[in-house]
Nanobody
Framework: QVQLVESGGGLVQAGGSLRLSCVAS????????MAWYRQPPGKQRDLVAT???????SYVDSVKGRFTISRDNAKNTVYLQMNNLAPEDTAVYYC?????????WGQGTQVTVSS
């Protein structure tokens, strides 16, 4: 069974930065797409950023210019660098991997941004 394990969350002041990591139990190059989602308190889980096996990236408008998704296939790891964080970025962040019709999720890591 594929496992995705996130880390790097925490409490940060507005304007600060965090880097989330997602380590996969299998090669990240085997996934068609890897992504980060987030779920704010009391709200639905939404897509934040994606990166394809070829390295193409996409972002939701609210994080463009602040967040950067990247992958290191040698380390089986996907990152989300988050800069200039704002209180509205507070959420549980989930790593997601898609391999053809199968979708895998991590357990999530909490990010809290104080004003």
């Amino acid at each position: 069974q594929v496992q995705l394990v996130e880390s790097g969350g925490g409490l940060v002041q507005a304007g600060g930065s965090l880097r989330l990591s997602c380590v996969a139990s299998e090669s990240t190059s085997s996934f068609n797409v890897m992504a980060w989602y987030r779920q704010p308190p009391g709200k639905q889980r939404d897509l934040v950023a994606t990166i394809s096996s070829g390295g193409l990236t996409s972002y939701v408008d609210s994080v463009k210019g602040r967040f950067t998704i990247s992958r290191d296939n040698a380390k089986n790891t996907v990152y989300l660098q988050m800069n200039n964080l704002a209180p509205e970025d507070t959420a549980v962040y989930y790593c997601n991997g898609r391999r053809f019709v199968k979708v895998y999720w991590g357990q999530g890591t909490q990010v809290t941004v104080s004003s």
